[in-house]
């Protein structure tokens, strides 16, 4: 069974969506035989590359937060994530363009080394004084998660190298209908939106290898029409 995860990293719900998917997928009987692929997906694509700034600063001056509810909004992401055991600072999380990140990690998948980049780039923007939007932060971060340093430089360096894997993603999210993220599709026949607890991921996964082989796609909350005609709305 393979699972698909579109997100960004300068979404805060996509770091605490990790550790809670990552929860329910141990407690799932058959966690062994379950692919997991993390796709690109930019929530700021035409932000300037090199442009980065505080996560609150950019809640307050550019989507029409107030200061206070900024400041709310990230104490509820601090909070969700000490649930999970992460540690989230208000005072570093950055918000920026990401598309050099994509491309490198991109790059990790094709090493083998996916998983451990994206861990280290969520933990750096979000937990540590480090900008993932510096490239020599970058490079730290790729050699930390056993990647060589030659490539990653080469990645960087080329403003081509990966580009067209990260697009593919992108287009491939806006065919199954992903309108933010963290989004998780199973096998392209469910899909779920949002940091959702771990025990909803488990039952998610549990619903859809009991209903293999069926190849219909649909998200989980979405309304369904049946064969005789009569139409649902989800609950």
């Not at 055991?85 to 790059?107: C, P, Q, S």
């Not at 933990?123 to 490539?151: H, K, Q, T």
């Not at 899909?191 to 039952?203: N, R």
Request: one cysteine or more.
């Amino acid at each position: 069974m393979r699972v698909e995860i579109w997100s960004d990293i300068s979404c805060p719900w996509c770091y605490v969506g990790k550790a809670r998917f990552a929860q329910g997928l141990a407690a799932f009987a058959h966690a062994g035989e379950v692919e997991v692929v993390h796709r690109s997906y930019e929530l700021d694509p035409h932000r300037p590359h090199g442009d980065s700034a505080l996560m609150v600063d950019v809640l307050a001056r550019e989507f029409g937060h107030t200061l206070d509810q900024a400041h709310a909004f990230q104490d509820r992401v601090s909070a969700s994530a000490r649930a999970e055991g992460l540690e989230y600072r208000t005072d570093v999380a950055t918000h920026g363009n990401t598309f050099d990140i994509h491309r490198l990690l991109h790059h990790a998948k094709a090493r083998g080394r996916q998983d451990a980049l994206l861990t280290l780039v969520y933990r750096a923007d979000f937990a540590e004084e480090r900008s993932v939007f510096d490239p020599e932060v970058l490079v730290a971060l790729a050699l930390e998660a056993g990647l060589d340093e030659g490539e990653v430089r080469g990645v960087l360096a080329d403003p081509a190298a990966h580009a067209e894997d990260v697009r593919a993603d992108e287009r491939q999210a806006a065919e199954v209908g992903v309108r933010g993220v963290p989004f998780f599709v199973i096998d392209r026949r469910y899909g779920t939106s949002g940091a959702q607890h771990a025990d909803t991921f488990t039952h998610t996964l549990e619903q859809a290898w009991a209903s293999r082989p069926l190849t219909s796609f649909g998200a989980t909350e979405a309304a369904t029409c049946g064969p005789d005609g009569t139409c649902s709305s989800p609950s």
